[in-house]
């Protein structure tokens, strides 16, 4: 089993910069990739960027695109998610995800870290 603990949330003005990350612990070399995901208030959970854990290819959702950046520290088991240029918009809950089990399938999640970003 993997373990996520997720941290680094905060408050942060529009426009600036924040990193969150994302700390794996257990089995984790059965990794396929991890994911960002955020919930705002009052919506649904939604995609915000995957990593694969060995070639590091990289996707995004489109309203990140250019300004958020996923990365990841084998070394550390570790998965960063560096934001820029942020917006309102993008206050959530932000969670961490791993494929652990089958490529493209989130079977573990982190309990989650609060960014708000202030107008």
């Known amino acids: 089993q993997v373990q996520l603990v997720e941290s680094g949330g905060g408050l942060v003005q529009a426009g600036g910069s924040l990193r969150v990350s994302c700390a794996a612990s257990?089995?984790?070399?059965?990794?396929?990739?991890m994911g960002w995901f955020r919930q705002a208030p009052g919506k649904e959970r939604e995609f915000v960027a995957v990593?694969?854990?060995?070639?590091?290819?990289?996707y995004y959702t489109a309203s990140v695109k250019g300004r958020f950046t996923i990365s990841r520290d084998n070394a550390k088991n570790t998965v960063y998610l560096q934001m820029n240029r942020l917006e309102p918009e993008d206050t959530a809950v932000y969670y961490c995800a791993a494929q652990t089990r089958a490529l493209g399938q989130y079977d573990t999640w982190g309990q989650g870290t609060l960014v708000t970003v202030s107008s």
């Open positions: 990593i694969n854990w060995n070639s590091g290819t990289t």
């Open positions: 257990g089995r984790t070399a059965s990794t396929y990739a």
